[in-house]
């Protein structure tokens, strides 16, 4: 079936370092996302790209980086310069013709301590 | 500037009864809305959308209604079971940039009572 992964489903990390998220997706859709949810928030855009190697920052992209060297994967990297990195981060997909629904990977939790 | 509002943070209905929820938004240039359903600790899941050409979309036991002159859309489930217990979020695209963008409310948890 096909579908989006995340990888690990939580992930700890110490103030200070860079941690990067996987996703990797095989539906073959061109467009990827990063949002990132809050306890009482809704999901916030981080980046997202529509085609390989072509990527936009979102409402919220400070402080992460992303790259888009393949059609099914689009990493992102929480730095140290993101202030509150602790949160719910999901991917998505979507076709990139027309009007489609995002499809959405099980999430990651990172803790920053 | 919150773009697509969800007022209503919880709603607590009966088993069999109907679950309406609400979302309004602000953005006239939006022209796609969705329904995603998420259960703690997953990724959200697609429910329905409807474009703005349209006011009704039905699939199943789940409706959405558009009311563009209101700026308001809802999402009407029947008749609602326990296993929809979850947080709702509506969601918007096409509002001057990227048609591929979506928009979120802040969810509205619903409870279904047996």
């Known amino acids: 079936d096909g579908g989006i992964t995340q990888s690990p489903k939580y992930l700890f990390r110490k103030e200070g370092q860079n941690v990067t998220l996987s996703c990797e997706q095989n539906?073959?859709?061109?467009?990827m996302y990063w949002y990132r949810q809050d306890p009482g928030q809704g999901l916030r855009l981080i980046y997202y790209s529509q085609i390989v190697n072509d990527f936009q920052k979102g409402d919220i992209a400070e402080g992460y980086s992303v790259s888009r060297e393949k059609k099914e994967s689009f990493p992102l990297t929480v730095t140290s310069a993101q202030k509150n990195p602790t949160a719910f981060y999901l991917c998505?997909?979507?076709?990139?013709?027309?009007?489609?629904?995002?499809?959405f990977g099980n999430g990651t939790r990172l803790t920053v301590t | 500037d919150q773009q697509v509002k969800q007022n209503s943070p919880s709603l607590s209905v009966q088993e069999g009864r109907i679950s309406i929820l609400n979302c309004d938004y602000t953005?006239?240039?939006?022209?796609?809305f969705l329904w995603y359903k998420k259960y703690p600790a997953e990724g959200p899941t697609f429910l329905i959308s409807?474009?703005?050409?349209?006011d009704k979309n039905e699939d199943g036991r789940f409706t959405v209604f558009l009311n563009k002159s209101a700026k308001h859309l809802s999402l009407h489930i029947v008749p609602s079971q326990p296993g929809d217990s979850a947080v709702y979020f509506c969601?918007?695209?096409?509002?001057?940039?990227?048609?591929?963008?979506?928009?979120f409310g802040k969810g509205t948890l619903l409870t279904v009572n047996p």
């Open positions: 409807i474009s703005s050409i349209k």
């Open positions: 539906l073959n859709h061109d467009a």
């Open positions: 953005n006239s240039m939006f022209d796609y």
């Open positions: 969601a918007a695209s096409g509002g001057g940039g990227s048609n591929y963008k979506l928009t």
């Open positions: 998505a997909s979507s076709k990139q013709t027309g009007k489609s629904p995002l499809h």
